[in-house]
């Protein structure tokens, strides 16, 4: 088998830019609080400030609408739970309806359950279709019965399982004709798909420097000026008092440099990069017949046909009659490095809510694989994956009934 190895995990982390690494190295070698008043801490925060102008302005964002965190997991369980109490005086929920499409990332998920089980919200969670994408007639006639003041909406912007892009423009007109708040997740969108805060009308926006080329640990939620937002990290008072915590400058400079380069070729190195995907999914499909992409694809499965809804550097496949476990590891033996997609708890891979709300038969849903492309990508990782697949799943297959 291949002695190349083809990294082909990109929706996980995409491996990052040097100019972002040279910008880390470079800032974390000075020394400075941004808070302090000296001349070390004042350089610091001018390259916070700078990075923070940077970033808003390559979001349509206004500086004063960035908040730092640690990465898109802490800006959700912000947008969530800070959007529903909406003020840190006093307790119970400003706004005690949280609804979130049932393909979210657990980020946005897990606050949610959290707030009905443990502040008595009203989770409600809205179906999708084959493809992923969220029933806006749902929305509407969820919105309809309650006051819609009270409510809380969380639709992603792009999945990071299936690459389905939502409807995030219906999504926010929808919402805010009946006065609800609307934060996305676009961790997987940002640097591959148009994102512009402003234009969109949303109240919050996640986004993480891991996915752009940037370093793990350093991401920000982007929230409309005058929006009620409780903050759920308390101390120093930093960014403005909706996240404490000293801030990382030379993360945040990696990030802003980062953002800037992803957002810079966007839309050339997304076609290019959808060019590899589709020869990636037309080779496997060749190398395995019976294998079914997953998401919007046209003739994927019925009910996907929508192929310009989809992240250009997303492949989701399932292999019938193979584990994903067994694929996984297979591929990795074979030098290529993919995922499920799905969470994996101590190496222990769980079923995906995903593919189960688009109504994908448990058995079907074990054999994922999502291949996800990125800005390294090229015609050899493509080759490396279409030569191996065949083998690799021949070998999960009498696995499976082996076992
Ligand atoms: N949201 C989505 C859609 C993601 O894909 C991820 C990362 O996998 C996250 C949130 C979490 O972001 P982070 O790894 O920066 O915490």
Known sequence: MSERRAYVDHAATTPARPEAVAAFAEEAARTGNPSSVHDAGRGARRVVEESRELVADRLGAHPTEVVFTSGGTEADNLAVTGLARGTDEGPGLRRPRVLVSAVEHHAVLDPATHLSAREGAETVVLPVDATGRVLLDALDEVLARGAGGDSVVSVMWANNEVGTVQPVAEVVARARSRGALVHTDAVQAVGRLPVDFAATGLDALTVSAHKVGGPVGIGALLVRRGVPLAPLVHG?????????????????????????????????????????????????????????????????????????????????????????????????????????????????????????????????????????????????????????????VARARAAALAG
């Open 236 to 392: 120093g008072g930093q960014e403005r008092g909706l996240r404490s915590g000293t801030l990382p400058a030379a993360l945040v400079r990696s990030f802003a440099v980062a953002l800037d380069l992803a957002i810079a070729g966007r839309e050339a190195e997304s076609a290019r990069v959808a060019g590899l995907r589709d020869a990636l999914v037309a080779g496997v499909l060749r190398e395995v017949p019976d294998a079914v992409v997953r998401g919007p694809w046209p003739g994927g499965h019925p009910g996907a046909r929508d192929g310009l809804a989809r992240l250009p550097g997303n492949a989701h496949l399932t292999f019938p009659g193979c584990e994903s476990e067994a694929l996984l590891f297979g591929l990795d033996r074979a030098g290529v490095a993919a995922s499920a997609g799905s969470a994996c708890q101590a190496g222990v891979q769980q079923a995906s809510h995903v593919l189960a709300a688009m109504g994908v038969p448990d058995a079907e849903a074990r054999g994922a694989v999502r291949f996800s492309l990125g800005w390294t990508s090229t015609d050899a990782d493509v080759e490396a994956v279409v030569g191996v697949i065949a083998e690799v």
